[in-house]
């Protein structure tokens, strides 16, 4: 049995949004605030007793105002985590344009005062709108640019918050390793500065990643070390969400009854800090677990337990999904009445707002169409009046008219008859003419139907010898691959296998681009692995000889024809993977190997596989070099640097692209793909692509 619904009620800890009753601010908080003489201490006061418990509670105005009401109590200078605050709420209000507007103005005075930690939350805001909006590659660039700030601030607070961050939009990406990475350096760092709440909230996390990645004993491991922390700390909340994620641990396990047990220990956590809302989805999730082990009247108990809780509550949202879960339930007892009634319910509530704006709209266009009708009549009426005062004078003007007529008539009829014999003979010739040029057509259309079909299945072929990203990422983790095709098919390809000893990869571009590039490139390729694979050769340059002469031998060249037409520019390297040594050939184009920001190119030799010079084959040079930790190496076609674009509708140019790796060479592998991207298609413009783009990037690990 699915249970989509139930999955949706779990959470990551540090993105929850409660919308709980709370009422008014006790006047005894205040009253405490004057006796605190340091501006730091009483801001941290007024954010922990006052804001955060109302915007924990989702009572976002009323945390806006205490807010204002607060900044009495302190200084200016003291003043940015209130607004800190304040841009929070305005985005868990969903009100992005404003806060985005405040972020600016926060920005913009964090420069002017070099404040890395006040830009570093900026940029976190910035991320969390982008994440809310769904754009999880922006979001992703804005936390790592919130990290660098925190780096540079030198507070290892706010770098541990910025890598759990990290290992959130890790896991949104269904980069579950990736996450838990993350999230451990977080608690690496916490451990430091004992934060056993933020350890707590990571270990929760990272046990959801686990589960995610089937490895249920480190999950399960993960949430009972977050549990014992709870209990150090009497953190109920974290506690409660701990108990949630083992309630989705167990039930991915099928152990329902388990599942309950930890559903009912998260509920009783969750009414004894009051999270009402959360309380009424854990009853939900119960009732739904209940009905899974087919105890309904159970299930009928604990949906009915949420209905009464989610009342204490301003949010009403899950009112419907209640209404769904509650109507499955009388569905399996073959109530099919009352089943119906809750999803008439479930219903009425999901389409309310659409129906106001629909019946809205409808009864605008009935006002329209009835004032569209009368003119219409009245316009008739008017014609009708004026039709009957012309018929008399019409009558006496249309005698004599047919008169005159019949007469015309009797004249033409003769001139008619002879030119009709004629028209029909034209008639004919242009009729067979034009079945001709139909027939031509439909031909045409097939055809190029054909063309594009075949196009369409070569496409396939190639994009299928490629090789998987999954298998690419498995064998260097640590790199991107950046591939823009100019049609449908491409000229460009990249190639990776390895053995005992090396990791091999290539990035090569042959002769022209679309389907003889297509055509091309399918065959380096399989010689490409025929070189690896089947002779185990393992020197570059020695692979690319063998290449070489088999590609002649595969064409059935001459010496005088090869080389024009069916040569191929490539780079490849084996890295080996014992030692720091990597081995580099090169038809061509050049490698890079940037170092702490140093670029250094090594290049290949100056002329192409598949190609024979001055009536001979030329040998291929190996270069050899060593990289160290941190080291990127780049791979590419010319299809980037040849890219016309810009303000001038220039070339890019190679020295422009140096640059621009450079710049990139400290970002994890996956930003720099987005950000060439980006580049890429910024420089571009509107001006046509003119090659294939390909770049391969690889971070030493």
């Known amino acids: 049995m699915q249970m989509n619904y139930f999955k949706l009620l779990f959470f990551i800890g540090f993105f929850i949004s409660l919308k709980a009753s709370f009422g008014q601010v006790e006047k ?40 204002n009401n607060a900044r009495k109590y302190i200084k200016n200078e003291n003043d940015f985590r209130l607004k800190n605050k304040f841009v929070a709420i305005l985005i868990k209000q969903e009100n992005y344009e404003e806060a985005k507007e405040i972020i600016s103005q926060y920005e913009q005075e964090a420069i002017k005062l070099k404040n890395n930690i006040q830009h570093g939350q900026c940029l976190r805001h910035r991320a969390e709108i982008e994440l809310n909006s769904g754009n999880l590659d922006k979001s992703s660039i804005y936390y790592f640019k919130a990290l660098d700030k925190f780096i540079l601030s030198k507070n290892s607070r706010n770098i541990a918050l910025s890598y759990s961050d990290i290992g959130v939009i890790s896991f949104y990406n269904e980069n579950y390793n990736q996450a838990i ?38 999950a399960e491991s993960s949430l009972f070390s977050s549990i014992k922390l709870c209990d150090e700390i009497n953190d109920r909340l974290v ?23 930890y559903n009912n220990k998260a509920a009783e956590y969750f009414e004894s800090v009051k999270k009402y809302n959360l309380l009424a989805n854990a009853y939900s999730n119960g009732a739904e677990l209940a009905r899974n ?30 209404n769904l879960n509650k109507a499955a339930i009388l569905y399996d007892l073959k109530s099919y009445q009352q089943a119906y009634d809750e999803l008439y319910l479930y219903s009425s509530i999901k389409d309310s707002i659409e129906s106001v704006e629909s019946q809205t709209n409808i009864n605008e266009l009935e006002k329209k169409y009835q004032l569209k009708e009368r003119q219409r009549e009245n316009t008739i009426l008017s014609e009708k009046i004026k039709s009957q005062e012309l018929y008399t004078s019409k009558m006496q003007i249309t005698i004599g008219l047919i008169s005159l007529i019949v007469l015309i008539l009797g004249i033409t009829a003769f001139v008619f008859i002879k030119q009709n ?27 190029h139907r054909d063309i594009k079909d075949s196009i369409k299945y070569a496409k396939r072929i190639q994009e299928a010898i490629l090789p998987p990203l999954n298998l690419w990422h498995k064998i ?36 022209g681009h679309g389907v003889p590039g297509a055509l091309i490139s399918i065959v380096n390729f399989n010689l490409l692995n025929k070189a690896v694979l089947e002779k185990n050769i393992e020197n570059p340059s020695e692979i690319l000889d063998a290449v070489n002469n088999w590609l002649t031998e595969s064409l059935h060249q001459t010496y005088g024809e090869s080389a024009v037409k069916d040569g191929m520019d490539i780079t490849l390297i084996a890295i080996n993977k014992k030692t720091n040594e990597v081995h580099f050939a090169g038809a061509n184009n050049p490698i890079y190997k940037v170092t702490n920001g140093v670029l250094t190119q090594i290049k290949g030799d100056k002329f192409p ?79 046509d692509q003119v090659d294939d783009v390909l770049v391969i990037g690889i971070k030493i690990a």
């Open 476 to 511: 260097l983790p640590s790199s991107f691959i950046l591939h823009i095709p100019k049609d449908e098919l491409s000229g460009d390809f990249y190639w990776i296998e390895e053995n005992e000893n090396y990791i091999f990869v290539a990035a090569a571009d042959c002769t």
């Open 28 to 67: 005894s908080v205040y009253d405490s605030i004057p006796l605190i003489k340091n501006d730091s201490l009483k801001v941290k006061y007024i954010i922990d007793k006052i804001i955060e418990p109302l915007i924990d509670n989702s009572k976002f105005e009323n945390a806006a105002i205490e807010i």
């Open 181 to 218: 990475y993350y999230w451990n350096k977080s608690i690496l760092l916490d451990k430091l500065n004992n934060n056993k709440k933020s350890m707590a909230n990571n270990l929760s996390n990272i046990s959801l990643a686990y589960i995610e990645l089937k490895d249920y004993k480190n």
């Open 293 to 322: 082990v087919k105890d309904y009247k159970l299930a009928l108990t604990l949906i009915d337990k949420a209905f009464k809780i989610l009342d204490l509550t301003d949010n009403k949202n899950n009112f419907n999904n209640f």
């Open 239 to 261: 506690k409660a969400n701990a108990y949630t994620n083992l309630t989705k641990l167990e039930f991915q396990n099928k152990n329902y009854k388990k599942a309950i047990e």
């Open 421 to 447: 014999r004629a028209k029909s003979i034209i008639n004919l010739q242009l009729s067979e003419k034009n079945s001709i040029i139909n027939l031509q057509k439909s031909i045409v259309e097939d055809q």
């Open 609 to 687: 596989v598949g190609a024979f010079i001055e009536d001979k084959i030329n040998k291929f040079t190996l270069h050899k070099f060593t990289v160290e930790k941190g080291d990127n190496i780049y791979l590419f076609s010319d299809g980037f640097a040849d890219q016309f674009g810009g303000p001038k509708g220039k070339k890019y140019k190679y020295y422009q692209f140096q640059q621009k790796l450079i710049s990139l060479s400290n970002n994890l592998p996956q930003i720099q793909q987005e950000s060439l991207k980006k580049e890429f298609h910024d420089w571009q413009g509107s001006h």
